[in-house]
Structure formats: C-alpha cells, structure tokens
C-alpha cells in the first residue's frame, strides 16, 4: 500500500570494524537483519521488507553465501519481513548493508523530543553484550561459565519491536541503544537541550552480569563497560510522570 506512511533506515557491518572472524556468516546474517529492525523498532513502526547489498571475498564464497542465507530465511521467516532486492559483489573484507523499511500506523518516536521531568526508562538489561565482546577477546578465559549467556547477547540481540509500537501513545522520545547508554543518552540530552540523570543502582543488569561484577577490582571499570560498551539494543525512552502507570 503506497499511501500508507513509511520509514526507512540503512546500517552496515564492516569486518575488522564491526566484527571478526569469530562470526560465522549464519551469525553475521541473523545480527545485520536484527540491528536493522531494532532501528524500525526504535521508531514504533512495523517492519515489512528490506534491501542487502553484501560484498566478500572470492575464497569459498559459494560455502559462505549458503550459510549466510540460511541465517537471512530464519530472520524473515521469525519477523515476516521479505527481501526486496539488492546487490552482491566481491572485496577484500567482508561488507554488508541492509536498508530496512517499515510500516507507520499514526505516528512514530523522534529522538529530540525528550521533556523535563520526565523519568528515563530502558526495555530491558543492559551491558551482557558488551560483557560477550570482552570475553571473545580472551578465547581461552575457561573461568567464566556464562561465556555462551553473553556471547548470544552479543551475536543476537532482540529487537523489541512490539515494545517499541505500545509505547508510542506514553514515550516523549524512544531510540535504540547501539552505541552504550551513555553516548546515545547524551545524543537525546544535546537534541532536546537537556541534561539527564541516570543512577548505576537504577541499570538493569542479569543475574550473569551480577556474578562478573565481582569479578572486578575496581567498580569504575566494570559500569564503564556496562554503560559504555554499546551493542544492547535495547530500548531508551522517557516517559513523562502523569502517564507511568
């Protein structure tokens, strides 16, 4: 339907920025579909279609492209959005960019319109994926038993679309956090000329990131990873007093 409103967003993954070899290309497919939709997710809308364009390198790029299909067909079969073209070709690194497009019902999040007063909110807990980034670094770190916890935090986050769509009649701003709570926090702080006031006591944190808490002799550290570290996609939005029940 043309006449429908609609809103678009494009992201990439760049290997050696973005990702490493530890990133099989099932993974890499089921990761860039996901932090496209938590964009869409971000705005209230729902997601309907996509385009890719994916460069690789020639070695075994058959083998490559049949694994990373299979991760895009699980990720279209669980969000029921639909591949609407694209590009291939061939590069030295990895390259791969999705523009990601989606439905309007009435009206969509902005993210320079935070108010005063209003209490800041996140969709759920934050820093496991940053948590995962950190210890795919140190491969033969045996002594963390919930390695494989944040290692799926990390390669596939949730978008939080349905979330996103209920909150779009309470939340004075909504976006995704892609870049640690502290910076995109301050984005919306500097778009709505505003200051924000967040306390470590109020972050939501799993019960495996508790348990690694202890693991650091120094607690500055370990909110800096936690509020810092980015890749949580989890909702930030703030929702005025009058309307938090």
């Not at 049949?66 to 070709?89: C, M, N, P």
């Not at 319109?113 to 491969?139: F, P």
């Not at 002594?143 to 494989?148: D, F």
């Not at 926090?185 to 495996?208: E, M, Q, V």
Request: with cysteine; aromatic share 10%; charged share 30%.
């Amino acid at each position: 339907d043309c006449s429908q409103k609609q809103v678009v967003s494009t992201d990439m993954m760049v290997e050696g920025t973005h990702f490493d070899k530890s990133y099989t290309p099932f993974i890499l497919a089921r990761k860039l579909i996901r932090v496209n939709l938590s964009d869409i997710a971000a705005m209230g809308a729902t997601p309907y279609g996509y385009l890719l364009n994916i460069s690789i390198p020639k070695n075994n790029g058959f083998n490559w492209i049949k694994s990373f299909v299979r991760g895009l067909k699980i990720e279209q079969d669980k969000f029921r959005i639909k591949l609407l073209g694209g590009d291939l070709s061939r590069s030295e690194k990895i390259f791969l960019s999705a523009t990601i497009y989606g439905k309007v019902s009435k009206k969509i999040h902005m993210n320079h319109t935070a108010k005063e007063g209003s209490l800041i909110y996140v969709s759920g807990n934050l820093g496991d994926a940053s948590i995962g980034l950190k210890l795919l670094k140190k491969k033969n770190d045996k002594r963390i038993k919930s390695k494989e916890f944040f290692k799926k935090k990390l390669f596939l986050p949730v978008p939080k679309i349905d979330i996103g769509r209920k909150l779009l009649n309470y939340a004075d701003f909504c976006t995704d956090i892609s870049d640690g709570l502290v910076r995109d926090l301050k984005k919306i702080s500097i778009y709505s000329n505003l200051r924000a006031n967040i306390f470590c006591s109020s972050i939501p944190l799993s019960t495996h990131a508790k348990k690694i808490k202890k693991n650091f002799s120094d607690e500055k550290n370990f909110w800096k990873l936690i509020l810092g570290g980015g890749e949580d996609y989890e909702l930030l939005f703030s929702i005025p007093k009058s309307k938090i029940k």
